[in-house]
């Protein structure tokens, strides 16, 4: 079993930046992938990034150029930093990671508003 754990969230204003993160219980080496999803108020959760143990990162098209999303396999964490955020990037941000299984953090609210 693998506990993830996020930080970071908060109210900004549009433009603004946020940096999450994700500290995972044991070591992240062995995850084949890591991530971030989100869920806003009555919508599907979506992918907003996520890098593989290979190298390999993959965004969202409506977060190219303005998220970057980072593994420090030594800390045992996973960043999303957001930059130029916008009021639709509101929504509940979700670390996952895959080693077999599937597992998921709590989650943290992200606000974009003025």
């Known amino acids: 079993q693998v506990a993830l754990v996020e930080s970071g969230g908060g109210l900004v204003q549009p433009g603004g930046s946020l940096r999450l993160s994700c500290a995972a219980s044991?070591?992240?080496?062995?995850?084949?992938?890591m991530g971030w999803y989100r869920q806003a108020p009555g919508k599907q959760r979506e992918l907003v990034a996520i890098?593989?143990?290979?190298?390999?990162?993959i965004y969202a098209d409506s977060v190219k150029g303005r998220f970057t999303i980072s593994r420090d396999n030594a800390k045992n964490t996973v960043q999303l930093q957001m930059n130029s955020l916008k009021p639709e990037d509101t929504a509940v941000y979700y670390c996952?990671?895959?080693?077999?299984?599937?597992?998921w953090g709590q989650g943290t609210q992200v606000t974009v508003s003025s």
């Open positions: 996952t990671a895959t080693a077999g299984n599937r597992y």
């Open positions: 890098t593989a143990s290979g190298g390999t990162i």
């Open positions: 044991t070591t992240i080496v062995r995850m084949n992938t």
